[in-house]
């Protein structure tokens, strides 16, 4: 069910918010297109509440993280374009892989990909009426913590894993819960356009991490941008990207998706 976030009492219509099952919510920005905007998710849990990735930063999203879930969380940023971090440094802990550290230091247009990607006619209406996109930028954000392939990120009463998954980008990660089934997947695998050539993708990891997730044993993938979607659609969506990475790639046929 979707509905417009609130804070603290005062509804805020920027952000949209949608509930789905085992206490996981998304998060998303309605006035940007699925591929200029994301989807965040928020995970709850028993001890502590996880926040997955941080839209693009033109409106507060610590007061909606905080109404939705009021105790302790931790904010983990799957990878590091502009719109995954964007609000990054409203959270006081940022977990990300190590290949991404240099980019939440210094989130220049060209590393976080916004620059010549989102511009004014990428929204549909503007966060404020005084909002400026001339004037927007990142904030540093730099991580306060590095996770890798095989940790496991306790909130509890539920636990996830922590799945290296490079091409999109070289730190990209996405989370296995096992025990529900749920696979968070980012930028690593969504049901539309994939992007692997830009600054910073590597299309041979890219066909090793799809290869990787088309294994595992999967009830609901949620991902970055447009809709959630079953374990047998994640298994036929990467069988499809991969077919499209094969016969795109320099060599075409032939190409060492193992190499």
């Not at 983990?76 to 190590?98: K, M, P, S």
């Amino acid at each position: 069910m979707a509905s417009k976030a609130k804070s603290k009492g005062v509804e805020v219509d920027w952000f949209e918010t949608t509930e789905f099952a085992n206490g996981i919510l998304r998060i998303r920005e309605p006035a940007l297109a699925p591929l200029h905007g994301s989807n965040a998710w928020l995970i709850r849990g028993r001890d502590a509440s996880l926040l997955i990735d941080t839209c693009i930063g033109v409106a507060p999203l610590r007061p909606i993280v905080e109404a939705l879930a009021p105790g302790p969380f931790v904010c983990l940023l799957t990878h590091t374009h502009y719109d995954h971090i964007g609000g990054a440094h409203e959270f006081g802990q940022r977990w990300a892989h190590a290949a991404e550290a240099s980019v939440l230091s210094d989130p220049n247009p060209r590393a976080t990909q916004w620059g010549g990607w989102l511009s004014a006619e990428s929204f549909s209406r503007y966060p404020r009426e005084d909002f400026d996109f001339a004037a927007y930028s990142l904030a540093a954000a730099p991580a306060t913590r590095f996770v890798e392939e095989g940790d496991i990120i306790d909130l509890g009463d539920r636990k996830l894993t922590i799945l290296h998954t490079p091409g999109h980008s070289p730190g990209l990660i996405t989370l296995l819960e096992e025990a529900t089934g749920a696979l968070f997947t980012s930028d690593a695998l969504y049901d539309g356009r994939m992007f692997f050539d830009l600054h910073g993708s590597d299309r041979a990891a890219a066909g090793r991490s799809l290869a990787r997730l088309a294994t595992l044993d999967v009830e609901v993938a949620h991902p970055g941008h447009f809709e959630s979607f079953s374990g047998a659609t994640l298994r036929a969506l990467a069988a499809r990207t991969l077919a499209e990475l094969e016969i795109n790639a320099p060599g075409g046929a032939g190409w060492p998706l193992g190499a």
